[in-house]
């Protein structure tokens, strides 16, 4: 449904308004699998090029979708590929509405994902065992000498088995992303991991953030701005205990379960920002959520929908503003803040899709469609 609500948003908010030159590529997985996936190698190189990416919610494929669209394999994410490529650091940011309370009580201020995005089990070797075996780890220097052999399990029977890693040079990256951020923002630096557990993989993230941590100390302490490392468990419990107004930094599958969880308690993965900010400063802005397939069902039938375009809005106003930023064009930067505030002010003024009518307050007499609430903010501008 996403594809549908991307092409509404481009006709009737952006192309209007902003004479601007897109460099398109479907990512839709009939194309992806017709270029064997290399079209998403060439989005992730365009973005590396020229600096700053939005990007439609894409099909990552299961079982059931390979049969639906015959496809030649189930291929990986797309967003796991782009990140591997650009190397970054996900934000995610609830959007903050006046009429959509959050669902925990306490929640106040914004909290901010920051997700790792390389590596873990986005970027694993995995594969079902049929019998009896040995899996091992195995480490043979390029440069020569010792091999380095680990047990990982003895199987008596059937099983499966998963090989994730990580690289010094990323981990650093992602806690510098989060060091400046935090700084930036003048918000506290979480950070949580399972190092009692893993003492060597998470370990040595916790590792790496005190590092650069200590190495930023003094802008630390000059911004006012706190550091603490957690465990994941505990981190988890002291956020939602919290007001918000921290950046929670994340390994990579926490931050993919845990940005839908903050999402949602703010009210919905339809009212959260994303974007990927790579090492060497570049920029791809998504929405935080899926491809609303359901919908999408009931739109090939003829059916009306009311789906959050919110989120989707959002992923291009943020790219049109760092855009704007970099080529130095202000009234471009001022036209993507200007269509967010409309957004906000037309759902603070009563008008919004299904999910948000459901948890509103005070609650909304009715919803709007899918394209009707798109057509009241164009009209908004």
């Given at each position: 449904?996403?594809?549908?609500?991307?092409k509404?948003?481009?006709?009737?908010?952006?192309?209007p308004?902003?004479?601007i030159d897109?460099?398109?590529?479907d990512?839709?997985?009939?194309?992806r699998d017709e270029?064997?996936?290399?079209?998403t190698i060439?989005a992730a190189?365009?973005?590396?090029?020229y600096g700053?990416?939005v990007k439609?919610?894409t099909?990552?494929?299961?079982a059931?979708?390979?049969?639906?669209?015959?496809?030649?394999?189930?291929?990986?994410?797309p967003?796991g590929?782009i990140?591997s490529?650009l190397?970054?650091t996900?934000f995610?940011k609830p959007i903050?509405?006046k009429?959509?309370?959050p669902?925990?009580r306490?929640?106040?201020?914004?909290i901010?994902?920051?997700?790792?995005?390389y590596?873990?089990?986005y970027?694993?070797?995995?594969?079902?065992?049929?019998?009896?075996?040995?899996?091992?780890?195995?480490?043979?220097?390029?440069?020569?000498g010792e091999?380095?052999?680990?047990?990982?399990?003895?199987?008596?029977g059937?099983?499966v088995i998963m090989?994730i890693?990580?690289?010094?040079?990323s981990i650093?990256s992602f806690?510098?992303?989060c060091?400046?951020?935090?700084?930036?923002e003048?918000?506290?630096?979480?950070f949580?991991a399972?190092?009692t557990?893993?003492?060597k993989?998470?370990?040595f993230?916790?590792?790496?953030?005190?590092?650069?941590?200590?190495k930023a100390?003094?802008?630390?302490d000059?911004?006012?701005?706190?550091y603490r490392?957690?465990?994941?468990?505990?981190?988890?419990a002291?956020?939602m205990k919290?007001e918000?107004?921290?950046l929670w930094a994340?390994?990579n599958?926490?931050?993919?379960?845990?940005?839908?969880?903050?999402?949602?308690?703010?009210?919905?993965?339809g009212?959260?920002?994303?974007v990927?900010?790579s090492p060497?400063?570049k920029?791809?802005?998504?929405a935080?959520?899926g491809t609303v397939m359901?919908?999408?069902y009931?739109?090939?039938?003829?059916?009306?929908?009311?789906?959050?375009?919110?989120?989707s809005?959002?992923?291009?106003?943020?790219?049109i503003?760092?855009?704007?930023?970099?080529d130095?064009t202000?009234?471009v930067?001022?036209?993507?803040r200007?269509?967010?505030a409309v957004?906000?002010k037309?759902?603070?003024?009563?008008?919004?899709?299904?999910d948000?009518?459901?948890?509103?307050q005070?609650k909304?007499?009715?919803?709007?469609?899918t394209?009707e609430?798109?057509d009241?903010v164009?009209?908004?501008?």
């Amino acid at each position: 449904m996403t594809r549908i609500i991307w092409k509404m948003i481009k006709e009737k908010l952006i192309l209007p308004h902003l004479d601007i030159d897109l460099k398109y590529f479907d990512l839709g997985i009939e194309r992806r699998d017709e270029t064997d996936d290399q079209v998403t190698i060439d989005a992730a190189n365009a973005i590396k090029q020229y600096g700053v990416g939005v990007k439609c919610a894409t099909i990552t494929p299961n079982a059931a979708r390979v049969k639906e669209y015959g496809l030649k394999k189930q291929w990986k994410s797309p967003n796991g590929t782009i990140r591997s490529i650009l190397d970054g650091t996900v934000f995610r940011k609830p959007i903050i509405i006046k009429n959509i309370p959050p669902a925990v009580r306490s929640w106040s201020r914004p909290i901010i994902i920051g997700r790792h995005a390389y590596g873990d089990i986005y970027k694993s070797t995995e594969f079902v065992v049929d019998g009896p075996g040995r899996a091992e780890i195995v480490y043979s220097p390029t440069g020569g000498g010792e091999k380095k052999t680990l047990l990982v399990h003895d199987f008596a029977g059937p099983g499966v088995i998963m090989g994730i890693h990580n690289t010094e040079k990323s981990i650093r990256s992602f806690a510098r992303a989060c060091i400046a951020y935090a700084l930036g923002e003048k918000v506290d630096l979480w950070f949580g991991a399972k190092d009692t557990i893993s003492k060597k993989y998470h370990g040595f993230f916790r590792d790496v953030f005190a590092d650069e941590v200590g190495k930023a100390q003094k802008d630390f302490d000059s911004a006012g701005v706190q550091y603490r490392y957690l465990l994941i468990d505990d981190a988890v419990a002291q956020v939602m205990k919290s007001e918000g107004g921290m950046l929670w930094a994340c390994m990579n599958y926490d931050g993919d379960v845990m940005s839908d969880m903050v999402a949602s308690g703010f009210g919905s993965l339809g009212l959260m920002t994303s974007v990927l900010v790579s090492p060497d400063g570049k920029y791809e802005f998504e929405a935080a959520h899926g491809t609303v397939m359901r919908h999408y069902y009931e739109h090939r039938k003829g059916n009306p929908t009311s789906t959050n375009s919110v989120a989707s809005i959002f992923a291009w106003t943020g790219a049109i503003a760092r855009r704007g930023e970099l080529d130095k064009t202000p009234d471009v930067v001022t036209f993507a803040r200007t269509l967010e505030a409309v957004v906000i002010k037309t759902i603070e003024h009563g008008v919004m899709t299904k999910d948000l009518a459901a948890i509103a307050q005070p609650k909304a007499e009715k919803h709007a469609l899918t394209e009707e609430f798109i057509d009241v903010v164009a009209r908004g501008l």
